[in-house]
């Protein structure tokens, strides 16, 4: 059973930084297969990033040159760094794995930008 539990939201004012974690629980082949996606009201979930089969990196156009999603093997968690926040970024946070069965979520994290 995979388990995805994030942890780093809050409120912040623009300019500002937040660093996302996503602590993997369960047996998984490989954190490429994860990203982060986010989700305001009224609007679809939206993918901000994530690894590549290879094990590159690929991101919204929105927030490239400022975020940056990272991993830490050794502790089977992904991270999220945010830098220059803007208030369009607040939404909930999701971690994200996928694999042939499908896709498993974390709960979210809720990230508010106040201008």
């Known amino acids: 059973q995979v388990r995805l539990v994030e942890s780093g939201g809050g409120l912040v004012q623009a300019g500002g930084s937040l660093r996302l974690s996503c602590a993997v629980s369960g047996s998984i082949p490989s954190l490429n297969a994860m990203g982060w996606y986010r989700q305001s009201p009224g609007k679809q979930r939206e993918l901000v990033a994530a690894?590549?089969?290879?094990?590159?990196?690929n991101y919204a156009g929105s927030v490239k040159g400022r975020f940056t999603i990272s991993r830490e093997t050794a502790k089977n968690t992904i991270y999220l760094q945010m830098n220059s926040l803007k208030p369009e970024d607040t939404a909930v946070y999701y971690c994200?794995?996928?694999?042939?069965?499908?896709?498993?979520w974390g709960q979210g994290t809720q990230v508010t930008v106040s201008s």
């Open positions: 994200n794995y996928h694999n042939s069965m499908g896709d498993y």
């Open positions: 690894f590549t089969f290879w094990g590159g990196s």
